[in-house]
């Protein structure tokens, strides 16, 4: 079964700080892609960032990075220098040959000014 | 920039009724789904459609839903004889190819069943 955890329902950090937002999955396919998606108010999907599973090298977009570590079956998503924009709904997905996604039940992150 | 766009935002149904909900996904776009997300939980995959067939459907996706492209731009979700339990926001996504990309979401129909 494919099964994707956020452990943290709810986070906070002061704006212009720097968080990290937790995700594990479990599959036993070989080849997936992961990915983290923004839902803020307006509540439209928003991809942050994709990372390939065969890529050892971290994808980073911007303000965006991750943390993959694919034996743990770890994808976390750090924030750096955070703006009130970011505050929002992050899932964390992956889709695998499928062409199905699987997401978590969500981090709710709020920026404090 | 190209987007997905869905209508209505929010609609109202009594239990019982049928429902669609519709989508416009982007133009070049040949991977269609739809996914529903229950206030306060996570986003449930339903269906994908692709070469005016479904490809994959999960559990949640029975009898009582269809989905359609009845031109060469919508893409439509129907929900026969609606329950109280459909009540969720209801998600059109699209992507350009199979695997390996992202897929780009719609605003969301906020489906509310009294």
């Known amino acids: 079964a494919q099964t994707v955890t956020q452990s943290q329902p709810e986070m906070s950090v002061q704006e212009a700080e720097t968080v990290t937002l937790s995700c594990t999955y479990d599959?036993?396919?070989?080849?997936?892609?992961l990915f983290w998606y923004k839902q803020p108010p307006s509540r439209q999907m928003i991809l942050v960032i994709r990372q390939e599973a065969y890529k050892q090298q971290n994808a980073t977009e911007n303000r965006f990075s991750v943390n993959f570590q694919k034996a743990a079956k770890s994808f976390s998503l750090k924030i750096s220098d955070s703006q009130l924009g970011d505050t929002a709904m992050y899932f964390c997905a992956f889709m695998t040959t499928g062409n199905q996604f699987y997401f978590g039940t969500g981090t709710s992150l709020t920026v404090i000014p | 920039e190209p987007e997905v766009t869905q209508t209505p935002s929010h609609q109202v149904t009594q239990m019982g009724q049928e429902v669609i909900l519709r989508c416009v996904p982007i133009s070049n776009h040949l991977y269609f789904y739809w996914y529903r997300q229950i206030l306060g939980q996570k986003v449930e995959f339903l269906v994908s459609?692709?070469?005016?067939?479904?490809?994959?459907k999960s559990e949640i996706f029975d009898d009582q839903f269809s989905v359609e492209r009845p031109d060469g731009s919508n893409f439509t979700l129907k929900i026969r004889s609606t329950k109280l339990e459909d009540s969720a926001m209801y998600f059109c996504?699209?992507?350009?190819?199979?695997?390996?990309?992202?897929?780009?979401f719609g605003q969301g129909t906020r489906l509310t069943v009294v």
């Open positions: 599959t036993s396919e070989s080849n997936y892609y």
């Open positions: 459609f692709y070469n005016n067939e479904i490809s994959e």
């Open positions: 996504a699209s992507s350009d190819r199979d695997f390996n990309t992202e897929a780009f």
